[in-house]
Each structure stands twice: as structure tokens, then as C-alpha cells.
């Protein structure tokens, strides 16, 4: 009875000798490692197993445990036949005849990967997380800093005459501002946690929001480029999941062309058949393909790259979670990935996903200047703890001719809308204040004085911070332009009094 339950235990169990020579095995040892029960018996356990990994002081000290007849337990890295490593949890006990001598020991081990894997997952996710939460941080001060010197360019380029040789500084002062706005949504974009609501997704914008990131990514022993088709078309889609998705890809590519190469990203429209691509229906749909000249994959590794944990990276070096993911979120958008790839020729990941009729994406509102700025007379309340940019707003809106109450937080806006005895036309906030911040004056504002439209602004470029009720156009991402916040102020207010 005991030896049928050694046999069938679940776990690597091996018996030797109390020279360390094996004697026995049972079924789940080859299963493990690979070894044959006659290819292991006769041997010892550091001949087959020992990785490497450890120096000769970790088994010196497991021998001496042992041989004072006490049990050892601890961690060590096993190799198996094939010559792949696995981490292996071990309790080793000796087994002492009637006179306390030790005669053999008994070895019980448990492969360990997958927890393992889930541990690095989890820190990975962790990391991710912290990495969402700095870049807000990063997002809203740099957003600020931004706001004031896109404005402050913007007043100096108009003080210029046209054909002033400064109009070319100020020109680059401006792009490079517009550059850092850029550079902080792509980092928004990758590192937010949450599903954002699907809608009409361009194909060729996607990869070139990710062409834009990756090109960071890549360093300069890889090159990458696009070939995007005019009538590619556009997809219902959470665009911040499929960038994730794409850079996934794009990275993996890098990470096969250690010497260096191209990855080109490819988009199409196609027309399937039914059976043409596994899981698929007949119809229209949108290929993005990610190409490398990489190592390439044999059919085995092919066969396995989905699934999750597995990983052809070193160890420290990859998850094994990534493509996994990737497979899931294509699947929640009703499409799927293929692999075609050959050993030295490279590979290409094709992504499927169904094809809208209407390819028309949904406008991101710009920081562009935009000709004549739009004037009125009407009071504007302007709630904004920065003083460079309450300065600069207020100037702005004052030489279009609005009358200017500027407060620093929402309570002081609230005294300020009280104190004021004549009309206010419109409130201008910021919505993340020290005090009472803009999404709290926003629910005063309905309780207090519900006809007066408001409009909100925000560093963190993410319309998710849109008080509830408000609606995309009452939102002013920043940094904006001067002639875009007044051109915003005078929609708001026309629309108000439309209304009335």
C-alpha cells in the first residue's frame, strides 16, 4: 500500500541510498524531468538535476543537514533532460534504521513555475499600476507648464509682425510644447488601467499613435515603419486596449532581433470567407500586421505562444502574459491573431478585427490656433489654482472683451459668484484643486445656479475626469490654445442663450 501511494503521487518523489545514489523513482519524476526510471536509477540526483544555478556551498549545507539526520527543506532550480530549468520546492527527509543511523533518503519536490509566473505577473501589474499612477501625477503639473507656454507663445506670435524673423522661434517654442502634450497622452494611453467605452477607431490612427510611442521603445538598432492602405477603414474599439496590444508586438519583435532589423506594421482591408481564418465569420474586416526580421519560430513554439506563462525570453526578461493578453483582448473584439513565421526568416502577427461600415473616427480636440478668435462681452467666473495660467486665461479672455472673476479654488468661487451683483454668464474650471475641487463646484454650481453652462479643463488629457452631466463639448483638455479656449467659451455661451 505505501509503495502504490508513492507511485501514484502527484509529485516528483526519489529514494536513494545513503550515498545519494538513486534507487527509485516514481511516475511523476519522469514526467517532470524526463528521466526514465532506468536512465535515473544508479545515479545521483546533482548529476541529472543541478542547473547550475547554485553553488556547491547550497548542497553542501542541504548534505550536512541530512547526514545529521535532520530534514531539509529549501528552493533550488532543477534541470530536466531536455536541458530546460524549473524552480522546485523540496523537502528532503533521511530515514534512519534502529540505531539512529542514517540508510536513505527520501526527496519530494514541486515544480513551482506557474507560481512563479503569477508572482512576476503580479508585480508586473503592480508596477504597471504605479507606473498609471506617476503618470498622472507627471500629467497634470507638465500639462500646466504646458497650458502657460503654448499660451504665452500663442500671445507673443500674434504681438509679432508676420514677417518678424522671431516668428520662427516662437513657432518652435510652440511645436515643442505641442510635442510634450503628445508625449504625455501616449503615456496616459499605455499605462491607464481602466476600459475605456468602444467607439469608431481609425486602423491607420491606431498604428500611428503606436508608430509614434513605440518609436521610444524600439532603440536605434531597430527600425520601424508603416504601410498603412487609404481605405484600411476604422473598427469599434477601445483604442487604449488595442495600442496596448499592438505595442506588445511591436516589442516582442524588437526583442527577437537582438542584432537589429525592420518591424513594419501593415494595415489593410480585406474581405473573408468563411473557414479562412479560424473562429472567424464570413465578412469584412481590418488587418493590422506587425512584421520582423527576426529569429523566427519553429511550429512548436508557434503552437504555444498564446498560452499564458510561456515564454521564450530569458528568465527575469518576460512573463510569459503578454501575448496571452493580447489573444484576449482581439477575442473581446470579435477578431483574432494569426502567426506566420519560419525559423531565420522572421515573423508576422496579423490581427483581424471586424471592419465598420461607417470608417469615420470621433474628432480629439486639438491645441491648434484657430482664426478669428471669437469675442463677447459677457462674465466669464475662472476657477484655476495655478497662477500662471489664471493669469494668463484671464488675460486672454479680458483682451476678447469678457469681464474676468478669477478665483483660486471652488470655495473662493463660490464667494465670488455670491458677491458679484451682476450676472454670470459662464464658469471656466479647473477640476483638479487643492480645497474644494472643480468636480465638487460643479455640484454646487447645480444645486446654486443650474442655468449657468460651465466648461472644465483638466491636465490629466482624459475625458473619464468629465463631471458626469457635462458632456464632451464642456471639456477643455490641457494644454490649450488661447483662441481654442475662447472659441470654447463662445459655443458654450451662444449655446446657453440658444437654450434660454
Known amino acids: 500500500q505505501h509503495s502504490a501511494a508513492l507511485t501514484a503521487a502527484a509529485f516528483p518523489i526519489i529514494i536513494t541510498d545513503r550515498l545519494g545514489m538513486i534507487q527509485w523513482v516514481n511516475p511523476a519524476f519522469t514526467t517532470v524531468t524526463g528521466y526514465e526510471p532506468h536512465a535515473a536509477i544508479g545515479q545521483n540526483p546533482r548529476t541529472l538535476l543541478e542547473s547550475g544555478v547554485h553553488d556547491a556551498a547550497v548542497y553542501d549545507e542541504m548534505f550536512s543537514t541530512l547526514l545529521a539526520g535532520r530534514v531539509w527543506r529549501g528552493e533550488l532550480v532543477d534541470r530536466r533532460k531536455d536541458g530546460t530549468t524549473y524552480p522546485a520546492e523540496m523537502t528532503i527527509a533521511p530515514v534512519l534504521d534502529g540505531a539512529g543511523d542514517v540508510t536513505h533518503f527520501v526527496s519530494v519536490a514541486r515544480d513551482i513555475s506557474a507560481e512563479k509566473q503569477m508572482l512576476t505577473q503580479l508585480l508586473q501589474s503592480e508596477k504597471m499600476e504605479g507606473v498609471g499612477r506617476l503618470a498622472g501625477g507627471i500629467a497634470h503639473d507638465f500639462n500646466n507648464l504646458l497650458t502657460i507656454i503654448v499660451g504665452a507663445s500663442d500671445d507673443l506670435r500674434r504681438g509679432l509682425d508676420v514677417n518678424d524673423a522671431r516668428q520662427h ?15 504625455i497622452k501616449q503615456l496616459l494611453t499605455y499605462s491607464r488601467q481602466s476600459v475605456g467605452a468602444r467607439e469608431p477607431v481609425s486602423a491607420n490612427a491606431l498604428v500611428e499613435d503606436v508608430h509614434a510611442l513605440c518609436s521610444r521603445l524600439l532603440g536605434g538598432h531597430v527600425c520601424c515603419t508603416t504601410e498603412l492602405a487609404a481605405d484600411a477603414g476604422a473598427v469599434q474599439a477601445d483604442a487604449v486596449e488595442l495600442q496596448r496590444v499592438l505595442v506588445n508586438l511591436v516589442v516582442n519583435a524588437r526583442d527577437a532581433m537582438p542584432g537589429g532589423g525592420t518591424v513594419t506594421m501593415r494595415t489593410r482591408a480585406v474581405v473573408l470567407n468563411e473557414g479562412e481564418v479560424p473562429s472567424l465569420a464570413a465578412g469584412a474586416y481590418v488587418q493590422i500586421g506587425v512584421h520582423d526580421t527576426g529569429t523566427g519560430m519553429d511550429d512548436a513554439t508557434k503552437a504555444r505562444v498564446f498560452e499564458p506563462f510561456f515564454t521564450t525570453k530569458p528568465v527575469g526578461q518576460g512573463t510569459g502574459f503578454g501575448l496571452f493578453t493580447a489573444e484576449r483582448v482581439v477575442r473581446q473584439h470579435a477578431g483574432a491573431i494569426t502567426i506566420a513565421s519560419t525559423p531565420g526568416a522572421g515573423s508576422c502577427f496579423t490581427v483581424f478585427l471586424p471592419r465598420l461600415a461607417d470608417s469615420t473616427r470621433r474628432a480629439v480636440p486639438s491645441v491648434e490656433i484657430t482664426d478669428p478668435r471669437p469675442t463677447g462681452g459677457e462674465t466669464v ?13 484671464t488675460r486672454s479672455l479680458t483682451r476678447a472683451g469678457y469681464v474676468v472673476l478669477a478665483a483660486g479654488d471652488g470655495r473662493a468661487a463660490l464667494q465670488q459668484l455670491a458677491a458679484h451683483t451682476g450676472t454670470v454668464h459662464c464658469v471656466f474650471t479647473d477640476l483638479v484643486m487643492p480645497g474644494m475641487n472643480g468636480r465638487e463646484l460643479v455640484e454646487q454650481l447645480r444645486t446654486i445656479a443650474p442655468h449657468i453652462p460651465v466648461l472644465v479643463t483638466s491636465g490629466f488629457a482624459d475625458e473619464a475626469v468629465i463631471p458626469e452631466g457635462l458632456g464632451n463639448d464642456a471639456f477643455l483638455p490641457k494644454p490649450y490654445a488661447t483662441a481654442n479656449l475662447l472659441r470654447r467659451v463662445r459655443t458654450l455661451l451662444d449655446a446657453a442663450t440658444r437654450g434660454a
Open 169 to 183: 522661434e516662437v513657432r518652435e517654442i510652440r511645436d515643442a510644447a505641442e510635442r510634450g502634450a503628445g508625449f
Open 381 to 393: 467666473l475662472l476657477v484655476e489654482d495655478d497662477p500662471s495660467i489664471r493669469s494668463l486665461a
